[in-house]
Nanobody, 126 residues
Framework: QVQLVESGGGLVQAGGSLRLSCAASGRTFSTYAMGWFRQAPGKEREFVAA????????YYADSVNGRFTISRDNAKNTVHLQMNSLKPEDTAVYYC???????????????????WGQGTQVTVSS
């Protein structure tokens, strides 16, 4: 069992930056693939970014590629999402997710993840 707690959300102007963090409980954090998803009002939850269990591979949605960076620190049981050049359309609740793993692993698929945090609100004003 893994518990995930997101932090770092807030209100920022367009063009600004935020860094989201996700703290995970448990001693096996390093064995989980991690992902970030977001859900805007009235829309379905969508994939944002993911990172493999060792951090050697990262994956991004086209809409954030080049602006967002996902990273992890297995020694501290944390995963981060650095968000730069934010746009109003990035406004959403951002969720951290952990996966026990699948074969093959589809990092962008909601059903690939087993544990979810409660989410943190990100609001980008124009």
């Amino acid at each position: 069992q893994v518990q995930l707690v997101e932090s770092g959300g807030g209100l920022v102007q367009a063009g600004g930056s935020l860094r989201l963090s996700c703290a995970a409980s448990g001693r096996t954090f390093s064995t989980y693939a991690m992902g970030w998803f977001r859900q805007a009002p009235g829309k379905e939850r969508e994939f944002v970014a993911a990172i493999s269990w060792r951090g050697g591979s990262t994956y991004y949605a086209d809409s954030v590629n080049g602006r967002f960076t996902i990273s992890r620190d297995n020694a501290k049981n944390t995963v981060h999402l650095q968000m730069n050049s934010l746009k109003p359309e990035d406004t959403a609740v951002y969720y951290c997710a952990a996966s026990n793993g699948r074969y093959p692993m589809d990092y962008g698929r909601i059903n690939s993840y087993d544990y979810w945090g409660q989410g943190t609100q990100v609001t980008v004003s124009s």
